[in-house]
């Protein structure tokens, strides 16, 4: 079956610091990867997308992660992060055997960003 | 554009009451829908996905059933509230392909 694991709870980083919010994920095919945020009572926003072509991929507001096929890994990196950035992260898969029709999540990663 | 449209927003029931919880999507056709709770602020659980009309899969057995009665309507029921099924529901569109399109989510607390 599908899953994806997020291995840190929290994450803390100084603003103007990069940061990488940890995701490897299982599947039986080949994967789809996607990154989303989640602010406080709030439904989730999509950040980026891994379906193919580049392995470097950038989304929204300054955020990028790299597909790593042999490593099974799709970290989510930003170069300088912001206060703002502080929210929950999720790391989601579809896996091609299942046809793509299914999208599991992460346990979800906590960014805290301190000024 | 498409929209999804989740509600309501927040509901406090009694254990032993029935839930209803309705989303809407507008503006596409023949979309993935998908039902996921949230716990204490954390991780999403994919409780069920439908790709069509009255094709439902469930992913984890318990006090709930979901059901699309329409293409674009997908509801998630209970006969019976246990305390246990309070948290935070979530559903979500997407096609095969793409990224998912989340509601705003509704709060429910089981009293």
């Known amino acids: 079956a599908q899953s994806v694991a997020q291995p840190e709870d929290q994450v803390n980083v100084a603003e103007g610091n990069p940061l990488t919010v940890k ?21 989730l926003q999509f950040l980026l997308k891994y379906i193919t072509g ?23 990196k930003k170069p300088s992060a912001l206060v703002s950035d502080s929210a929950l992260y999720f790391c989601a898969v579809r896996d091609e055997n299942t046809g793509f029709q299914k999208l599991v999540f992460g346990t979800g990663t906590r960014l805290l960003v301190s000024p | 554009s498409q929209t ?33 709770r949230q716990a204490a602020g954390r991780g999403l659980q994919l409780l069920f996905y439908s790709i069509g009309i009255d094709q439902i899969s469930s992913e984890v057995p318990q006090n709930l059933s979901a ?45």
């Open chain 1, 23 to 43: 995701c490897t994920y299982s599947v039986s095919g080949n994967p789809y990867l996607f990154w989303y945020v989640q602010y406080p009572n709030r439904g």
């Open chain 2, 67 to 111: 059901s699309r009665p329409q293409d674009r309507q997908f509801i998630l029921s209970s006969k019976k509230l246990l305390l246990s099924d309070s948290g935070f529901y979530l559903c979500a569109w997407s096609n095969w392909n793409t990224e998912a399109f989340f509601g705003q989510g509704t709060r429910l607390t089981v009293v």
């Open chain 1, 54 to 76: 580049d392995n470097l991929v950038k989304g929204s507001y300054g955020f990028e992660a790299e597909f790593n096929k042999s490593q099974t890994s799709f970290h989510l």
């Open chain 2, 4 to 36: 999804i449209h989740q509600w309501p927003a927040t509901l406090v029931q009694p254990v032993g009451s029935p839930l209803s919880l309705e989303c809407t999507v507008e503006g596409t056709s023949n979309p993935n829908l998908y039902w996921y």
